[in-house]
C-alpha cells in the first residue's frame, strides 16, 4: 500500500444499530432488519464519533489519506466505497467482496443547465458503476456482510436493479442468490443481468411491494440474507457516493442535490453522509437535498403534503419508470428525517415531463434511464418555484444507465411511448427530441438526402 495510516485511523471503528423510531440498540439484527421493540427500521452509527477524541477524525488527515489511496494498488483502496472505510463499519480486507465500484464521473451538464434555467449544472453518474447503477455502492458492503455471516443464501425484491446488483456480487462472493420481481414490470435489460450472474429469478403477479411482503415472510422461516435497502449496510455504502462527490468538488457543499425517490433507501444514505461529514468537519454546512417521485408513485410527496412526514400515505403505484415504480416505501420516515435535517423539498413529474427530461440528459451525451431523469424534470420546477435560485450550484444524482432500459428509449423515439394513454394529448412537446431511426433503401444518394433534410430541419 502506498499510504501511511495513522495509528489511530487503523483502529477498529465501533458500530452499532440503532432504531430510528424508540433509539433502542442492538448488537445484532433480525432478519427483517426491524426493531424487536417498535417495528421501525435500524441505522448504524458510530458511538466513538461522539466522543471528545478530536484526534481520531481530523478532517484534513482524512482527505489526504483517501486522496493518496487514489494512487494505490491495493484492491480496496481501487474501489471507490472501501477507500472511503473510515466512515464505515470495520471489516477485514478479505471479508470483502468488490467489483471497483463507486469513482463515478461528475459531468458537466450544458444543454440541461439551460432547459433548467441555470447558468451551470452537474450531475453524479451512478450508472457508470460495475453493474449500471447506483445500488453497486451499497450491494458491496452488505453483500460482504453476509458472506462474513456465512450466508449460503442472499435474497431480494426487486424493480430491477437492485437484483441485478445483487446477483453479480452473490455470484462474486460465492453466494446463492434469489430474486422476487414483479412480472412484467421490470426491463429487460436489468432481467437479463440477473439471469446471467445466476440469479434464481422469480417473477411474481404482483408488484414491488407485493414482492417485498412476500419475501419479508421468506426470510423469517429460511437462512436467507436480506438485501433490500431495509438492510442498513447498503445505507452505509450508498453514503460514499456523497463523500466521493464531495471530494470531487473539493470539499465545497453544493447548494442542491437532487435525488430521485423510489423505496427511498438512497436519498436517506446520501443525507445521512451529508449529515455524518458536517458532524466530522470534514464539510462546513449541508446541501438541500430534494427528493423527486413520478406523480403515479408519490407515497412521499403526498406524505409531506398531507400530514409533514408524519404517518406514510401509501399509493397504488404505476409509472413507466419503472425503477421507481413504489408505493409503499420501506425508508420513509429515514427520508423525512433527510429532508427535515437539509431543508430540502419533494416533489413529483409526470410521465411527459419524465421522457422529455430523460431524452434531454442523453441529447446532452451522457443518457440515462427513466427513473434517475425525474432529477432534471424536477429540478425545472424547483427553478420556476424559486426553491433553487439560478446562482446556486446543483447536483443531479443519475442513479441508472441508459442501457438498462432501452424499450423505453426505442418507443420514445419511435413516437409510441404514450400510444394509448392518458399522456397521448401532451407528446407535441416531446417532437423535437425525438429521433426515429431512418429506414432507406442502400444507395449514396438515399443516405446524402437524409442527411441534408437532417441539416435542415437544425437550421429551422
Ligand atoms: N433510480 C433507479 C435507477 C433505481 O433503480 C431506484 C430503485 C431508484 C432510483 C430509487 O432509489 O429506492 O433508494 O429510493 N430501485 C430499486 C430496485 C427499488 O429494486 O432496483 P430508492
Redesign the pocket.
Known sequence: MTDQIPSKLNSVQLSQLRCIGCDSVFEKTAQNFRCARCGHLLEIVYPDWNTSDATRFDAATLKNLWRQRRASRFPIDESGVWRFRELLPSFDEKDVISLREGNTPLYEMRDCARVAGLPQLYAKH??MNPTA???DTGMTVAASVARREGFRWVA??????????MAAYAARGGMRSLVL?PEGKVSWG?LSQALDYGAVTCQLKTD?DGCMRVLNEVVQRMPIYLL??VNPYRLEG?KTTAIELMEQLDWQPPDHII???????????LGKAFIEMKQLGLISRLPKVS?IQAAGANPLVRTMRENGGKELISVRAETA?S??R?GN?A?WKK?VRVLQATSGTVDEVSEVEIALAKAEIGADGIG?????A?TLAGLKKLVKQGFVKPGESVILIV??HLL?DPEFTLKFHRGDLFSGTASEEEVSILRPQQRAPIVLDATVDAVIQALKAADDQLEL
Open positions: 451512478q450508472g447503477s447506483f445500488k431480494c425484491a426487486s424493480t430491477g436493479n437492485t437484483s441485478a446488483s420481481i436489468k414491488f433490500n435497502s450508498q435525488v430521485p425517490g423510489g423505496n427511498l433507501g438512497n436519498s436517506s444514505a427528493i419508470a425503477a421507481i413504489i416505501p425508508s427520508a440515462c434511464e427513466p427513473a434517475s425525474v442513479t441508472g438498462k
